[in-house]
């Protein structure tokens, strides 16, 4: 059976909804940048809102807006991923230009009447390898490609994250990471290493690679506009600056 493009197979869940403007082809950008969002179960309600809550406030920032005016085209591509087990990768909102305050608002209105799943298991690579083939379906040319990776747990699903991470780098595409210290752990216990030095190891990589940690749920409005001001300037620091 062929395999439908992520694009065709958010189209039905994205229909009910009032979609920002759709990215054109022959409109270029200073970075195409992919939010993938950890949904699995480990992630309650309550977290799951402010997660969203985060991506919504940061995204119409005056200081986010800034940035994006400062670019060389001064325009940036975005798409929201949800990610969960091996098996569950989800486009919420596909390809869309954000070069005005409207286009922003309209995106963060559009977040927030999705619909959310949740499901087991955290396959970190799982939401690489989805972004990746989002990236190769995007309708514009961008001048960086970025993922952002947001989770609160190490992968425990699907392949090592370092296979997808190398393979992501070698395309040229550079992965950040947004680490969420989650006080409940990993099913009543803690992880192997801490979650920080994790993503530095095994999720982070191409050029300019970094990670901003939130240190919790309520951190993490602060942590995502901090990040996506950075990743839309393309500034090049340490991998555990910020």
């Known amino acids: 059976m ?6 065709a197979g958010a189209a039905g ?15 270029p950008v200073d970075v195409l940048l992919v939010f993938a969002v950890d949904v699995s179960r480990s992630i309650d309600e309550d977290e799951a809102r402010l997660q969203r809550q985060g991506y919504r406030e940061a995204m119409t ?5 800034a940035a994006i005016r400062g670019g060389m085209i001064g325009a940036i591509a975005v798409a929201y991923v949800e990610w969960a087990g091996i098996e569950y990768q989800r ?14 608002l309209r995106w963060s209105e559009t977040l927030a009447e999705a619909p959310r799943v949740s499901l087991s298991w955290t396959s970190v690579s799982g939401a690489i390898r989805f972004s990746r083939q989002v990236l190769r379906e995007a309708p514009m040319e961008g001048m960086r490609k970025v993922i952002d990776v947001s989770g609160d ?3 425990n699903s699907g392949p090592p994250a370092e296979v997808e991470r190398d393979a992501a780098v070698a395309e040229g595409i550079t992965i950040n990471g947004l680490p969420i210290i989650n006080d409940r752990g990993f099913f009543g216990r803690g992880p192997r290493i801490p979650l920080d030095e994790y993503f530095r190891d095994s ?21 995502v506009r ?8 393309g500034l ?3 991998p555990l600056a910020g």
Request: net charge positive; proline share 5%.
């Open 61 to 65: 920032d005056p200081r986010v807006l």
């Open 2 to 7: 062929k395999r439908r493009t992520v694009l």
């Open 13 to 27: 869940a994205a229909a009910t909804l009032a979609l920002p403007r759709a990215a054109r082809a022959e409109e």
């Open 91 to 104: 486009l919420v909102i596909p390809w869309t230009r954000i070069a005005t305050a409207q286009d922003a």
């Open 153 to 155: 747990g190490v992968n």
């Open 236 to 238: 090049q620091a340490g």
């Open 203 to 223: 999720v982070i990589g191409g050029p300019g690679a970094f990670l901003i940690v939130a240190e919790d749920f309520n951190a993490f409005g602060e942590a």
């Open 226 to 233: 901090r990040k996506i001001i950075r990743e839309i300037a």
